[in-house]
């Protein structure tokens, strides 16, 4: 189960179309707002943080998952 605030990450991959692999940045007040957020959905294997700063990317089951959140 995720959290409100993982759904809504998620659903920022939603509204830009991000496919598996695609990578997504976040920058400034987003990166640090989302940061703790976006730690545990690499945790959780949903996302892989990427060296490009703020770049993170859709892993299979992450994809699945943003596919779930309404």
């Known amino acids: ?3 409100e605030s993982e759904q809504n990450v998620l659903r920022t991959y939603r ?3 991000i496919s598996p692999g695609e990578m997504l940045c976040f920058s400034g007040q ?3 707002r989302h940061s703790a957020t976006l730690e545990r959905l690499i945790d ?3 996302l892989i943080k990427e060296t490009f ?3 993170y990317s859709l892993t ?3 994809f699945s998952a943003m596919r779930q959140c309404s």
Request: net charge neutral; charged share 35%; glycine share 16%.
């Open 60 to 62: 299979n089951a992450g």
């Open 1 to 3: 189960m995720l959290s």
């Open 15 to 17: 509204e830009y179309l």
């Open 30 to 32: 987003d990166l640090e």
């Open 44 to 46: 959780k294997k949903l």
């Open 53 to 55: 700063k703020g770049g």
